[in-house]
């Protein structure tokens, strides 16, 4: 009896194997700087933060890794900075100062699956947006200071620092996170 129930299961086990196979060979998620054939149709829109957070649960709300062509639709060239949850993972909050420090810094985050640019409220170099900034957006502001006495991680071409970051959106949210702050050096 055992051998015919084990001789019966291997058909059915093929076929599991056969399907996950199958499975693994799907679309996966966008495609950074390792991948530079990420498909334009799977990019994110860009959207005011209101839209962004519109039907979404506030609560659960989160900003998500960004990938670097994500990062490229928003930002123009330039010297970046970025936050990211731990030191060796993607950002999820990427700026670039203006050419001219007269102007604004632009700001990119994702929530909801859609890509929301910022803006710094004052006009600021990247000298002044590599020792933390503030970004704002229609009902969402996004602030980030380097912690004090935390040392400073440095490598070939850029300059990392522990940093808070601290999410509010005026619809009730307020959410701080620690993480890293790297910027072009």
């Known amino acids: 009896m055992m051998r015919h129930l084990t001789s019966c299961l291997r058909p059915a086990a093929s076929a ?81 100062a203006p050419a001219d420090a007269r102007d604004v810094a632009t700001g990119v985050v994702k929530l909801h699956g859609r890509l929301v640019e910022l803006e710094t409220a004052e006009p600021v170099g990247f000298e002044a947006l590599a020792s933390g900034v503030t970004y704002v957006s229609d009902g969402l502001r996004m602030t980030v200071e380097p912690v004090p006495d935390k040392g400073v991680s440095e490598g070939e071409g850029w300059v990392q620092t522990i940093a808070d970051l601290r999410f509010v959106l005026e619809q009730g949210l307020l959410v701080d996170y620690r993480g890293y702050y790297r910027c072009d050096a």
């Open 16 to 96: 599991l194997a056969g399907m996950l196979l199958l499975a693994a060979c799907g679309e996966g998620a966008p495609r950074d700087e390792n991948h530079p054939d990420m498909q334009s149709e799977t990019m994110p829109d860009i959207v005011p933060a209101p839209e962004a957070i519109m039907l979404a649960s506030i609560p659960t709300t989160d900003p998500v890794t960004l990938y670097e062509a994500e990062i490229a639709k928003v930002l123009p060239e330039g010297p970046r900075c970025a936050f990211s949850y731990t030191s060796g993972s993607r950002p999820i909050l990427s700026g670039t």
